[in-house]
């Protein structure tokens, strides 16, 4: 089938071969197109990207839309493809360009004071006209940061939702996580401290692709060993094993901290078990602004579960662990009653509300955010946001960079004040060339422009 230009892919005459399978048949059909080339128009195989490389040169497809095409082809989740396709309007290359020449404008209002100045008559001083262009310039980097922002949250769509489960030994950390792979990914077993390294599996969970990892309990180590020689190997293994975790959850984007109803002499002879280790670390992790998750095991143990004990368990849970305020944060479940299901039940030990409640914290971490204040913006103006690469998010990085180094020198070095300095003399050609330097990386995310190394990105990107 032939297509001629310019309406096709590449934006060049195409030919298309459509032949029976069969790996002889495409070898032979691949050898004889070799043999059938005019004289000094040899056939030669594409390079990888080389059609795609193409398209971008005939404009067919910026560079970001070249990104999205990438994404789609490795897309394995419906969240990832609905990303990539995101990505794949020119919307996310128009706003990189509505930025960069806003920088070009910008720059040029100061160039012409550094041509003309001796010239021309300027109503405004060189001080009132370069506060001017730095106002527009904090607006810039207002909406370069909220960008950012949510390109950091369209990464975690993009490269899958770290997701670590940390609790005491034997509290069926294992069995949690064998119960939301669907498989025995982990070792389950009556003994205590099974689970010594990180197990980590990845799942497609209701269109989020997840890293789930399982981890070492936490707890002191066991002394009880008769051999001492055996009880310090042990020792030291264990011990690496909870560093690991620890490690493992400060890492992860959300943090499911098990608990599980023991044995006692309280209410029905059995109690919520709260470990001193597992709140500190808790404390730890909502410093660092970490997403947590609790999940209360074996309540199988109570027999029929009242709606009181119920609350009285999720209030009990709140006032030991800081950041589980939000109602879907907890979850009692018994992972028993999940895998001796008959098929009676609806949601047999609680696992799918669970679920439920986790998929909708992958939601919440996701989702584009918006601007508020004096100057609002929606949400959902900045989905494509989400679409931004990590090579894009670097690039505006540096960016920034360099706008906050223009204001620093508008401003006499302090960029929180806001107000144009009267008795500073900065340097005009150096504030010139910051923005230059500002509006090349933009150049470099779209391809476009007269950045110098534009070429070597390219070269990157379409090998992918």
Known sequence: MFFPTPNT?????????????GPAIVKS?????????????????????????????NDRLDLTQVEALGDTLSAVTEEQRRMSVRGSSSRLADRYESWRAALLHARGELEALIDFSEDQHFDESPAKLAASVAKKVTGLVDDITLHRRNAVRGELLRNGISVSLIGRPNVGKSSVLNQIVGRNAAIVSRHAGTTRDIVEVGIDLAGFFCRLGDTAGLRTTDTSAVDAAVRDVISEVE????????????????????????????????QLELDT?????????????????????????????????????????????????????????SCQQAQQSTGHLEDPGNFGQFLVGLTQQFKNITAPVGRSGDDPSPPATWTESLGATQRQRLLL?????????????????????????????????????SLRAAADCLAKITGRGEAGDVEEVLGVVFEK
Do not use: W
């Open 9 to 21: 892919v590449t934006g060049e005459d195409v030919i298309e071969f459509h032949v029976h399978g």
């Open 29 to 57: 059909v691949l050898s004889a197109i070799g043999k059938c080339s005019a004289s000094g128009m040899p056939v030669q195989y594409a390079e990888p990207g080389e059609f795609t490389r193409r398209a971008f040169m």
């Open 239 to 270: 011990q690496e094993g909870i560093e690991r975790a620890k490690a493992k959850a400060m890492e992860s984007d959300i943090v499911i901290l098990v608990l599980s109803i023991e044995s006692s002499l309280q209410y029905q002879g059995v």
């Open 277 to 333: 280790e597992i709140i500190e670390l808790a404390k730890e992790l909502v410093r660092a602004d970490k997403n947590i998750v609790v999940l209360v095991n074996k309540m199988d143990k109570y027999g029929e579960v009242l709606p009181d004990l119920t609350e009285s368990l999720r209030q009990s849970v709140r006032e030991a662990i800081p950041g589980t305020e939000d109602p879907t944060s907890i979850h009692l479940v």
């Open 397 to 433: 990085d540096t960016c920034l960079v360099h706008l906050h180094s223009f204001l620093e020198q508008v401003y006499a070095v302090d960029t929180r004040s806001k107000q144009p300095s009267t008795d500073h003399d900065f340097d005009i050609v150096l504030a010139a060339e």
